[in-house]
């Protein structure tokens, strides 16, 4: 998921106060319920039960992916937080992110986890892990700057189609490249290049169905796959969408939902990957969204 940085050069789940387009290039290839926990990751509901639908005395799990983990999230360059649901076209407000950044850092990308914590990565490199509850935040002890990553575009993909178990996949601002980051030393770790191709700053998204997608802002603005074991591009599509002063997207019931910001405010466009047609469904938001993510619950079908 992610936005325009100009301080410097859906099949699902994507900064400063502004973000520019960045490198060029060309591509390749074919409520509040309850209390959110850092330590464990899991949020209580209303009904006692933990975010990833297991019970707090062990009992099996009812439900792995409850409503809120089927959404879109998004951050906005003036630190607020929003829920996205694509098949309403609302948003609403979820709260205002108060980060540890020293009040010199904004937010940059993002990325949501399966167990309900969203991941933020601000334009100084640092990650803070935030509650789609509430949006209340903790810093992570993760180290900027790892193999010369210090922003990027991110996103949780399943590591087989259906799986719960998920990789946290990180795309270099800088057209490194992908990356992976693991979730519990929070060490990164490069996957590789993404072979021929040369398709500068990117957003990652993925799916449940184990597929990741990047939305790069070279012009034409460009929508590609990408095998997350090896990072070669498998094909891409062009997009009619202009990323402006800010850019992220997300996968969601089939589509790609591409959040850019041509005229000074964002606007949302549901993008058909198959067909590469754009249809712009949202104008005028009145923020900018610099970060998208969603994880790997949300469906990847279109709703009946």
């Known amino acids: 998921m992610r936005r325009l940085l100009l301080l410097a050069p859906l099949f699902l789940f994507a900064c400063s106060a502004s973000k520019d387009g960045g490198g060029g290039g060309t591509l390749g290839g074919d409520d509040t319920g309850g209390g959110f ?7 209580l509901g209303d009904g006692g039960f933990n975010l990833d639908g297991s019970a707090p005395d062990g009992l099996p799990p ?10 879109v999230y998004v951050v906005t360059q003036g630190n607020e937080l929003y829920s996205f649901a694509p098949a309403t076209l609302s948003f609403v407000k979820i709260g205002d ?15 949501v986890q399966r167990n309900g914590t969203a991941w933020v990565l ?9 509650s789609i509850k509430d949006a209340s935040c903790k ?10 990553y210090t922003t990027f575009g991110m996103a949780f993909v399943s590591n087989s189609p ?10 270099g601002y800088e057209g490194q490249g992908i990356a992976k980051i693991d979730t519990s030393t929070l060490k990164l770790t490069e996957v590789g290049t993404f072979g021929g191709a040369k398709p500068g700053s990117g957003e990652l998204t993925g799916t449940g169905e184990a597929r990741m997608f990047g939305f790069f802002s070279q012009t034409p603005a460009t929508v590609a796959e990408i095998d997350p074991k090896t990072s070669k591009v498998l094909g891409t599509k062009p997009s009619a969408v202009t990323v402006g002063s800010g850019w992220a997207f997300a996968h969601w019931g089939g589509s790609f939902w591409l959040f850019t910001a041509p005229s000074g405010t964002s606007q949302v466009d549901q993008f058909d990957y198959a067909a590469g047609t ?15 993510g969603v994880s790997t619950c949300a469906p990847t079908k279109p709703p009946k």
């Open 37 to 43: 926990s850092f330590d464990t990751g899991t949020t």
């Open 62 to 71: 009812t439900d792995s992916c409850p409503e809120e983990l089927k959404l």
């Open 97 to 111: 992110l108060s980060c540890p950044s020293g009040g010199f850092a904004n937010p940059f990308s993002m990325a």
């Open 122 to 130: 601000y334009d100084d490199g640092n990650i803070f892990h935030v």
């Open 139 to 148: 810093k992570t002890s993760y180290v900027p700057g790892q193999s010369g």
């Open 162 to 171: 259906g799986s719960t178990d998920e990789t946290l996949y990180v795309a």
């Open 278 to 292: 754009d249809k712009t469904v949202r104008k005028g938001l009145g923020y900018v969204i610099v970060g998208a």
